[in-house]
């Protein structure tokens, strides 16, 4: 699956659902508030780093992209392929202490 493709026509047609656990974790994040905008921006730049082909009910990746600004994102989603919806679970800034190169965990 292309998700990185399927992921922008879903934001492009305006077909992406944030969770309430997203909207908090974007809202509460330690290293400053996450936009809609930036997560979009890190979708277009975004690379699939892990994938839960296994996850209920919908299979989902862990993504890894950087806004206009530069700022690293993870962003973790699944598809509703019968919808044709981009369901955003969760969106953070990664802890570089967590991370190489935010695309491997220490």
Not at 35 to 64: F, H, K, M, N, R
């Amino acid at each position: 699956m292309d998700w990185i493709r399927i992921l922008i026509r879903c934001f492009q047609a305006d077909a992406v659902l944030y969770t309430s656990h997203a909207r908090r974790e974007m809202q509460n994040e330690p290293f400053g508030a996450i936009s809609e905008q930036e997560v979009y921006e890190a979708v277009l730049s975004g690379e699939v780093i892990e994938e839960y082909p296994d996850d209920t009910p919908y299979p989902s990746v862990l993504l890894y992209g950087r806004t206009h600004a530069n700022r690293p994102l993870h962003i973790v989603c699944a598809y509703n392929a019968e919808e044709n919806l981009a369901i955003i679970i969760t969106v953070y800034h990664p802890d570089p202490g967590r991370w190489i190169d935010y695309r491997r965990r220490r």
